[in-house]
């Protein structure tokens, strides 16, 4: 992440520590990646280990979450929209990718290989293209604020 965005990040938590988590660690970046057969993208690995599971105009699932996220793990998260896209399509892109957030309906955010964030629709597997990478996401998120 740049360091202005980061700067502005740091303001903001400031001003709101609810919504901050507790920063991740270099073992728990290993385990997220064990666990879940991945490697982490690097725009959200700076964003986790500097702030954890945090709102940033979405909310920002990582190990420790700020309270008003809920304990909904990444990890957790991932597997879960694994499993609902496994049956239909075992070879869909969220099996290789990682699920950071939710729309608040239960439509799982994730990151591709590729560093695309997309939603995917839980009723039919349709997807929405959101951003070229979880920066741009975040940035376009803080802009209604």
């Not at 992440?1 to 990040?9: C, G, H, N, V």
């Not at 954890?52 to 699932?61: D, E, K, P, T, V």
């Not at 290989?113 to 376009?140: C, G, P, R």
């Amino acid at each position: 992440m740049s360091p202005q965005l980061i700067a502005e990040l740091k303001q903001f938590y400031a001003a709101h520590p609810e919504l901050v988590g507790v920063a991740v660690t270099d073992q728990e970046i290993v385990d997220i990646q064990t666990q879940l057969n991945i490697r982490i993208d690097p725009i959200y690995q700076d964003f986790i280990q500097h702030f954890g599971g945090a709102y940033a105009g979405l909310s920002i699932h990582a190990i420790k979450n700020a309270d008003s996220l809920g304990n909904e793990t990444v990890i957790e998260m991932t597997r879960h929209a694994r499993e609902m896209v496994r049956e239909i399509n075992p070879q869909h892109a969220l099996m290789t990718s990682l699920v950071i957030s939710d729309d608040g309906a239960g439509n799982p955010i994730y990151i591709r290989t590729d560093a695309q964030v997309y939603i995917i629709y839980h009723d039919d597997l349709t997807e929405k293209f959101l951003a070229e990478n979880l920066e741009i996401l975040i940035q376009e998120s803080f802009e209604a604020w």
